[in-house]
């Protein structure tokens, strides 16, 4: 059974960057994703790396931030630049199924997220 744990959150300042892991365990090479959540609102799509290396980004992180993994550690990362407080949130990696990327349905295991605050 996979098992995804997230590590890396913390809190900056804005225009700052920080770069979260995801380490997976339990399994072979995966697509994986990222999402986040803020307070009072829905999960939402950050991007994903697909098993062969192909990335995609939501309109309100391509540009900043970017996915990668590193297969021999088992390991795919989250790393975001000039971060904003619009950033502040719980990110979840999470291990993708079939179908949309960015719905969380498609996606059948998650990690317990990690908290990233951003302060003006």
């Known amino acids: 059974q996979v098992q995804l744990v997230e590590s890396g959150g913390g809190l900056v300042q804005a225009g700052d960057s920080l770069t979260l892991s995801c380490a997976v365990s339990g399994g072979s090479q995966y697509s994986m994703g990222w999402f986040r959540q803020a307070p009072g609102k829905e999960r939402e799509y950050v991007g994903i790396i697909t098993d062969s290396g192909h990335e995609n980004y939501a309109v309100y992180v391509k540009g900043r931030f970017t996915i990668s993994r590193d297969n021999a550690k088992n390991t795919v990362y989250l790393r975001m630049n000039s971060m904003t407080p619009e950033d502040t949130a719980v990110y979840y990696c999470?291990?993708?199924?079939?179908?949309?990327?960015?719905?969380?349905?498609?996606?059948?295991?998650w990690g317990q997220g990690t908290q990233v605050t951003v302060s003006s």
């Open positions: 999470a291990r993708f199924r079939s179908g949309l990327w960015a719905h969380t349905s498609n996606y059948d295991a």
